[in-house]
């Protein structure tokens, strides 16, 4: 499978079917964002949806967590898989297959994130730089990391005012149990645990650029408890189901056994997940919903270019 990712990898980049956004997730969105306002979407945000609203085992709608109803034809969750058939659909249309995947199927790994920003131009870097540890660093209770991967974003402009730069290291862990009980049980302990964990990023750094630490201005780190308070996905996961032999790279059933007018689109009906896989369950779904509809599903690109093949 790892010989795989990277060949897929470097064919995809080689044919620009693959790069990084300069801008980051956010340039992505945008984009996503201005083309559905001009095909007349509307999109709320800071709106928590606390219930999958059902009549005769047909979605007609959701509840927000400030009580308002949205009524809707269809209702398609693009929320965390676990959160939608458990608890906003209250585990009401679900079967065994459902129960044992979700049981049994493995996930990404939660991550900490402690993200820095440096004065210091560091262009000299590479823009990847894994540094082994010769002690290790115990992340939390279960977890022993022998490297630290730094991402050095100097090749991304929008990151940084000039002179200065971005850095981040990505910290998996699978006790995501551990943080979001620290986090709720005793918040003293939490911002130390935080600090503790930073603080070793920046000895880290500051062995390979020594002075490093008296430039940097600004620290954050982020934990599977933040993860979980922003994206409320299952188990703190970063990227949903890990593709396995069992699974393969196939979707999943966006549909819920005796529930109507309802799908499920994203990470947690494709394994593997990532960001193409929110696009491609997403025109999956769509399509699917045209046909019940007798709706013709010819989809335009932004150039006024037919997309249906
Ligand atoms: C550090 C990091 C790096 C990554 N790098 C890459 C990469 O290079 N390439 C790649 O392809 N993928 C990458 N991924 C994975 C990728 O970000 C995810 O797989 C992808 O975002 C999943 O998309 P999604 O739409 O299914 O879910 P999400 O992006 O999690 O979106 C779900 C949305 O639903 C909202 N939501 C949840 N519950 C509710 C509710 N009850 N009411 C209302 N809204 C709700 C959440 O707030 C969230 O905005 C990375 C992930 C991480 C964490």
Not at 80 to 98: F, M, N, S
Not at 146 to 159: A, C, E, G, K, S
Not at 241 to 249: A, K, Q, R
């Amino acid at each position: 499978m790892s010989v795989i990712a990277l060949v897929f990898m470097f064919a995809w980049m080689s044919r620009k079917n693959a790069g990084y956004p300069i801008g980051g997730s956010k340039a992505v969105v945008r984009l996503i964002v201005e083309r559905f306002r001009a095909l007349g979407g509307t999109l709320r945000l800071m709106a928590k949806a606390d219930e999958i609203l059902v009549e005769n085992n047909v979605a007609v709608g959701v509840r927000l967590a400030d009580g308002e109803t949205i009524h809707a034809d269809w209702v398609i969750s693009a929320a965390d898989g676990h959160a939608t058939i458990y608890d906003l659909l209250g585990g009401k249309y679900r079967d065994e297959a459902i129960d044992q995947f979700y049981e049994k199927q493995q996930v990404f790994p939660s991550y900490l994130q402690v993200s820095i920003g440096v004065a210091q131009d560091l262009s000299a870097e590479p823009g990847l730089l894994s540094r082994c540890m010769t002690e290790p660093l115990r992340l939390d209770p279960e977890t022993l990391l022998h490297d630290v991967p730094l991402r050095i974003f100097h090749y991304d402009p929008t990151f940084a005012p000039p002179g200065k730069t971005a850095v981040t290291a990505f910290l998996p862990t699978y006790n995501y149990a551990y943080w979001l009980d620290l986090e709720r049980s005793d918040t003293k302990r939490y911002v130390a645990e935080k600090q503790r964990v930073a603080e070793a990023v920046i000895a880290t750094l500051d062995r390979r650029m020594p002075g490093i630490r008296e430039r940097i201005e600004t620290i954050d780190v982020s934990t599977p408890a933040s993860v979980v308070r922003f994206t409320g996905n299952w188990k703190g996961s970063m990227e949903g189901f890990l593709p396995t032999p069992g699974t393969g790279f196939g979707t999943r059933r966006q549909t819920l056994p005796g529930l109507g007018r309802f799908r499920m689109v994203g990470q947690w009906v494709q394994p593997g997940g990532g960001l193409p896989s929110g696009l491609m369950t997403a025109r999956g779904a769509i399509r699917a919903i045209c046909r019940n509809d007798h709706v013709p599903f010819v989809p335009k690109s932004a150039s006024g270019v037919d997309q249906a093949a």
